[in-house]
């Protein structure tokens, strides 16, 4: 099963880790949420029963716990890292092993918050080439069902080539100037995009681009 890349951008407060927070919560399969700026990020309230990781062997220990597939796809992890590349790593070498085991019938999602942080706008830091892992998790993981989410404010601030293995972009909240730039890049300029904060786009980056679904943020994630 080929695992669907997203793309979540959104100035800040206009609702993209709150859409974020819901596809963690509901995602059927091994949800890990790389904690690298907000300890308090993720709370009990947030996502019921998320698992707190500080480590590889923590995360991994998680895994090993849990004694069926159907407890392991409920497994929702709050990696907590201060190197966020790191933790992108971590994440994607357990990932792997989770696919192993499970013949990649469990898909592993891993959300990146401030993608730049991992993904800049370099060649020479963000290829495949170079071992970056978020651009491997995009680029050669989706057979593996390993499913990537970046958030950023401004896509424009991502290295481009691993961002086109995303199947879906979606836009949260309303577009400021600062935008104009990734609108005309990716093409977006005929898309009606939210005016409000909490309301949400899925795109789907065809040419043109196609709005596939939209609507309001959820309150019990917010």
Known sequence: MKAKHVMIGGSSGGGKTTYAREMYAKHNGVSIWVNHNDEDGLTSRDVDGARVARSFSEAKDLVTSCTTQRELRRLRIDYRCSDPTKGVADSRQLALAIAD??????????????????????????????????????????????????????????????????????????????????????????????????????????????????????????
């Open 101 to 222: 085991a499970t013949d990649a019938e469990v898909c592993t999602q891993i959300i990146v918050d401030e993608g730049h942080t991992v993904l800049p706008d370099d060649e020479d830091t963000s290829a495949v080439k170079t071992g970056n892992p978020l651009a491997k998790i995009l680029h050669e993981d989706r057979d593996e069902n390993v499913k990537g989410v970046v958030m950023t404010q401004d896509p424009t601030e991502l290295y481009y080539p691993p961002i086109k293995n995303c199947k879906y972009f979606v836009w949260c909240g309303e577009v400021k100037t600062w935008h104009r730039g990734y609108l005309r890049y990716y093409g977006l300029n005929e898309v009606d995009l939210p005016t409000e904060d909490w309301r949400y786009v899925v795109i789907k980056p065809t040419d043109p681009p196609q709005v596939i679904d939209r609507g309001t943020t959820s309150e019990e994630y917010a």
